[in-house]
């Protein structure tokens, strides 16, 4: 049968992730569909355990509309802790596992988390800032011994005293109730959390397994990480939504990559830049293209390598453009491609390159990349508690991305920049707000700017340039002792610059641009080439 031009879902379709996931799993039944970190799942199974995790978290207390966070590496105990906290009727709120200190405070408090499923191994970081999350009532560990108590306003549990053989609640939800909060990459102020609905995560399932024309045979292999939107709803769930199979990894290994996907049987993968570029760097063997891999999904392939990579291993690349507000905005065709773009317009959203008057501007000029949905529940619902934010961002009925762009008059449209002060390093979006704040808390630093320069993998490394207290006598690698304790260890900066002052506009706001165009001068120091002389 000819695949649709345009993603058609079904009136009977499940209209809320506890629906689908019991959908799935019934039609899937003894299957293995997930092998995670060695770990595997039939989808009854899943189903059964994620039933006995929603009744463990009802009995504490949990009413559907609470928020419980996940501080989890990849693991199957995650999976069925997220599916778990679904089946309740809870709202999930992923934390980025290298969070900690003022970041992870934040996180918690803004995001108005009452329960925690956490592993052990990042507990403590959480037990130092207990003290300011007055919201929070429940620790659950993931732990293989019975947690400590840790304060007498926080009830500590392990996650398999959770498991209890009972019916999940009876729920009413409809599409449109929230399902996650996923907290972004701040810019110039904290992280926002994008509010995406049981609809808006099931669209991103169904819209992906449509474009990679995923069926029962295909297995997919991810190793990115369950607190962001592409490993849960690109990878887990279009595996059960297909009824293929996944399989996950916690880290991403070049020299190892393609013997995991001989031995595992991998036919697609998700990618970003800097993964296929460290896969490409690899020693060329005459076996390469001897993989069962058929194809793989993400941004950006760097152009230079992009036909190369493909013919080398045998495989198609699907470019897209999009993000958590908006996953999936554009997309390519393998039967209508340019190379070096992401694509067209997809079958869920219109896109419009605008000037700054929310005006089109002709083809191949730069402006800002402008989202509107072609469907109901495509979107993300709002910034959670930014009314203000939302709005601005939905000015004049287009979701204003905050990227530049230019699109060609055929419709394929060209990524250029992030307006935003945004990093983007192997694949990790990282907050210049975050990177700032932690270096504007080391004692000897006056101000800072973070900002991203080329790197040989593609996307960017982290810059900062900064006024010191004593220019004689500053010390960059106490600065870096400083971050480790204050901040993601992805986000730590690469490069240090001393400066006299920052370049400022007449607002007092520092210009970027003019230190990004200034890139490494001869007086940056190096962290990576201290540590290796070291």
Request: aromatic share 8%; glycine share 6%.
């Amino acid at each position: 049968m000819p695949k649709s031009d345009r993603l058609i879902v079904p009136a009977d379709s499940p209209s809320t992730f506890p629906e689908w996931i019991r959908s799935s799993c019934l039609k899937l039944g003894e299957k293995i569909v997930l092998d995670v970190c060695g770990q595997t799942r039939t989808a009854a199974e899943l189903d059964y355990r994620t039933d006995c995790y929603a009744a463990g978290l009802v009995s504490l207390g949990l009413a559907p509309g609470d928020h419980v966070g996940v501080m989890m590496q990849n693991s199957i105990e995650n999976i069925e802790a997220w599916f778990g906290i679904q089946k309740a009727g809870l709202v999930e709120v992923p934390v980025h596992t290298a969070s900690r200190g003022g970041l992870l405070q934040y996180l918690l408090d803004h995001g108005d988390v009452k329960a925690l499923v956490v592993d052990e191994s990042l507990l403590s970081r959480v037990v130092e800032i207990l003290d300011s999350l007055p919201k929070l009532e429940h620790l659950i560990v993931n732990s293989g011994s019975v947690p400590e108590p840790v304060t007498g306003n926080v009830a500590s549990h392990n996650l398999t005293d959770l498991f209890q053989e009972s019916a999940p609640p009876e729920l009413q939800l409809s599409a449109l109730t929230t399902a996650v909060i996923l907290h972004t990459s701040g810019t110039t102020g904290p992280p926002k959390g994008v509010v995406l609905s049981h609809g808006a995560v099931l669209h991103l399932t169904r819209h992906i397994v449509w474009l990679m024309d995923y069926v029962s045979s295909d297995r997919l292999y991810t190793t990115f990480p369950l607190f962001h939107n592409n490993a849960k709803y690109t990878s887990v769930t279009a595996a059960l939504e297909c009824g293929g199979s996944l399989v996950m990894d916690r880290k991403f290994s070049a020299s190892g990559f393609w013997s995991t996907c001989r031995e595992k049987d991998i036919t697609a993968f998700n990618y970003m830049g800097a993964m296929l570029m460290m896969l490409h760097k690899q020693e060329s063997k005459a076996d390469d293209v001897l993989n069962p891999v058929r194809t793989a999904f993400g941004a950006p392939c760097p152009v230079h390598i992009w036909e190369d990579f493909e013919s080398r291993f045998g495989l198609s690349l699907v470019e897209v453009y999009g993000m958590t507000e908006a996953p999936m905005a554009c997309e390519t065709r393998l039967e209508n491609r340019k190379i070096g773009t992401a694509g067209q317009e997809s079958t869920t959203y219109q896109v419009m390159v605008a000037d700054e008057e929310d005006q089109p501007v002709e083809p191949g000029v730069p402006g800002e990349i402008l989202i509107r949905p072609k469907a109901p529940n495509a979107i993300f619902s709002s910034y959670y508690k930014r009314e203000e934010d939302t709005v601005e961002a939905w000015r004049n009925l287009w979701f204003h991305t905050g990227d530049q762009g230019s699109m060609d008059s055929e419709g394929f449209l060209t990524f250029i920049d992030r307006k935003k002060d945004c990093i983007r390093r192997r694949g990790e979006n990282i907050s210049s707000w975050e990177v700032e704040s932690a270096i504007n808390s080391f004692s000897e630093v006056v101000e800072s700017a973070a900002y991203g320069v080329a790197s040989d993998l593609s996307e960017a490394e982290v810059m900062v340039a900064l006024v010191p207290r004593n220019t004689g006598s500053f010390d960059c690698a106490e600065l870096i002792l400083h971050c480790r304790g204050e901040m993601s260890d992805h986000a730590i900066p690469r490069y240090v610059r001393i400066v006299d002052e920052l370049p400022k506009n007449h607002a007092q706001r520092v210009e970027k641009y003019r230190l990004r165009e200034e890139g490494l001068t001869a007086d940056t120091w190096d962290r990576m080439a201290e540590e290796k002389s070291g």
